[in-house]
């Protein structure tokens, strides 16, 4: 249990042109999404919190505009990384947390998405 | 600034041996601290939750230790095996976590 997806695994752009990566939870509903991003040998870094229903609350220096995040149901988010930059160019993962039953706070990984903008 | 530090970037042990990896924090009284296990090219994937008012918990080989007063955690893997091989990482929080930068562990055969 307690699978997520993400798709695609792997995405090359011309820079310029917007890129959307989609993350499910497979098994299991999740009103909570979250976004990271991680650069090689860093820590991940969150960029936001995706909340079925309403709008995604972003972290200090992440751009709206830039990285726009739909979570359109119990199941699905996606991250439309938009005008892509060579320096957008990272790993995405996304993660879940189980909603139904009793309050957890363990995050379900994706596999993540990597992203390189030429 | 919230800071957390895992004591080392890489660590080899032997094959069998335990294997000991440190949490540190700052700035921070969490409530719940998490263990995930990355490997290259994928999503973490979580281990063990521990509580503030927890001292030890064990899944299997895996044993986590939160010291509130310390501010430090220490994760165990016993009588560890190549296939525990990847970066662990330490994450603190509950509604939002927040992730350490990881220790590489290479269990040598």
């Known amino acids: 249990g307690a699978v997520v997806s993400q798709h695609p695994s792997w995405v090359i752009c011309k820079s310029g042109t917007s890129v959307k990566i989609e993350c499910r939870s497979l098994?299991?509903?999740?009103?909570?999404m979250f976004w990271y991003r991680q650069f090689p040998k860093q820590s991940l870094m969150l960029m936001a919190t995706?909340?079925?229903?309403?709008?995604?609350?972003?972290e200090q220096g992440v751009e709206k505009d830039k990285f726009l995040i739909n979570h359109a149901s119990l199941t699905l988010s996606t991250l439309t990384v938009t005008s892509a930059h060579p320096e957008d160019s990272s790993f995405y993962i996304c993660?879940?947390?189980?909603?139904?039953?009793?309050?957890?706070?363990?995050?379900?990984f994706g596999p993540g998405t990597r992203l390189t903008v030429t | 600034s919230q800071k957390i530090e895992q004591n080392s970037e890489a660590l080899n042990i032997q094959e069998g041996k335990t294997a000991t990896l440190t949490c540190n924090y700052t700035?921070?009284?969490?409530?719940?601290l998490q263990w995930y296990r990355q490997d290259p090219g994928r999503g973490p994937v979580f281990l063990l939750l521990?509580?503030?008012?927890?001292k030890e918990k064990r899944k299997e080989r895996l044993k986590v230790t939160f010291d509130t007063t310390l501010k430090q955690s220490l994760f165990h893997i016993t009588a560890s095996q190549p296939a525990d091989s990847a970066t662990y990482l330490c994450?603190?929080?509950?509604?939002?976590?927040?992730f350490g930068k990881g220790t590489r562990l290479h269990i040598l055969p």
């Open positions: 098994d299991f509903q999740a009103t909570t």
């Open positions: 700035n921070y009284s969490p409530a719940y």
């Open positions: 995706s909340n079925e229903g309403s709008k995604a609350t972003y």
């Open positions: 521990i509580r503030e008012n927890e």
């Open positions: 993660s879940a947390r189980d909603s139904s039953g009793r309050v957890t706070y363990e995050q379900y």
């Open positions: 994450a603190l929080g509950d509604d939002k976590i927040i």
